[in-house]
């Protein structure tokens, strides 16, 4: 338990780092991978390829290739970004990607009828989206949402390749310091206790809106 506590404070900083990226990343990829969605399923053909091009791109590369591009490569057009700024904009882009897919498959999951009741009554295209369509989606994808969500605290470690000092690197010097493999553990259920909080978040949040199935 001493080692422990001599352990604890740098560990417990990086997993804020890991936490700030998690919140960051969820905070503006959702949105964007709503906007992103509703791009790839718009009348528009330039449109939905064009973002259906983005799509396959940050889907079919590894997101630490795309965290090295953003970091290292990005100077190369006169872009320099500090490593946890960069890791951000990474994470974003890459989440925003697959959330895109998500809510996509959710909005078509969605029955035509509810559409066409909406143009009786007179509903705009956005007002359909936002009053009827978005909200039995955000219902229907929660579950696949829950599962990007839990990856995405575990991919945070990813960053440890820039040098920003999350869990897993505080984890990693303290191994390398003091040659003992407990850090793992610590590390270990620091990464369990998140993935909890998330599941029983995301668990909450499907019995609220099972209420109106």
């Keep these: 338990m001493e080692y422990v506590s001599r352990i604890i404070v740098p560990m417990l900083q990086g997993t804020v780092v890991t936490l700030e990226l998690f919140f960051i990343t969820i905070v503006f990829s959702i949105p964007l991978g709503v906007l992103l969605a509703l791009a790839r399923i718009s009348r528009y053909r330039i449109l939905k390829d064009v973002v259906g091009g983005y799509i396959w791109?940050?889907?079919?590369?590894?997101?630490?290739?795309?965290?090295?591009?953003?970091?290292?490569?990005?100077?190369?057009?006169?872009?320099?970004?500090?490593?946890?700024?960069?890791?951000?904009?990474?994470?974003?882009?890459?989440?925003?990607?697959?959330?895109?897919?998500?809510?996509?498959a959710g909005i078509q999951s969605i029955d035509k009828g509810q559409y066409e009741g909406a143009k009786v009554l007179g509903f705009t295209y956005w007002q359909t989206m936002w009053r009827i369509i978005l909200p039995q989606t955000v219902r229907r994808v929660l579950p696949p949402v829950s599962n990007e969500a839990i990856t995405l605290v575990k991919d945070t470690a990813l960053v440890y390749a820039i040098g920003l000092g999350e869990l897993l690197r505080a984890t990693k010097i303290a191994v390398s310091r003091d040659a003992v493999t407990s850090p793992f553990v610590v590390a270990a259920l620091f990464y369990l206790a998140m993935t909890y909080v998330l599941t029983k978040v995301f668990d909450k949040l499907e019995q609220r809106y099972s209420i109106y199935e």
């Design 57 to 104: 791109l940050l889907r079919g590369t590894p997101l630490l290739l795309q965290v090295f591009f953003v970091y290292y490569g990005l100077p190369n057009f006169g872009i320099t970004l500090e490593n946890f700024p960069a890791a951000c904009i990474a994470f974003v882009l890459n989440y925003a990607a697959y959330f895109a897919e998500i809510f996509r």
